[in-house]
Nanobody, 127 residues
């Protein structure tokens, strides 16, 4: 089992930045690909970004490409999402997710691929 805890959410004005972090605990000696998803009010949860266990592979949703950056620190068992140039439409609850994978470049892009989920962190972008 792996437990995931997000932090770093909050309220920011449009054009501002926030950094989300996800700390993993439990069976962290295995290799895990990590992802971020988000769910806006009244909408379905959607993919945001993913990173392979090695960090050698990353993938972004078109809506955040060029503004968001996903990274990881395997020594600290953390994954981060740096969010710049935030827009009101980025307002959502952001979820961290993990799936065991030793594939150097594997990045999960759909929710069924992931086995473990955090509780979510609220990000609100005001106009």
């Amino acid at each position: 089992q792996v437990q995931l805890v997000e932090s770093g959410g909050g309220l920011v004005q449009a054009g501002g930045s926030l950094r989300l972090s996800c700390a993993a605990s439990g069976r962290t000696k295995s290799s895990y690909a990590m992802g971020w998803f988000r769910q806006a009010p009244g909408k379905e949860r959607e993919f945001v970004a993913a990173i392979s266990w090695s960090g050698g592979g990353t993938y972004y949703a078109d809506s955040v490409k060029g503004r968001f950056t996903i990274s990881r620190d395997n020594a600290q068992n953390t994954v981060s999402l740096q969010m710049n140039s935030l827009k009101p439409e980025d307002t959502a609850v952001y979820y961290c997710a993990a799936v065991a994978s030793s594939n150097y470049y594997y990045t999960g892009r759909t929710q069924p691929e992931y086995d473990y989920w955090g509780q979510g962190a609220q990000v609100t972008v005001s106009s």
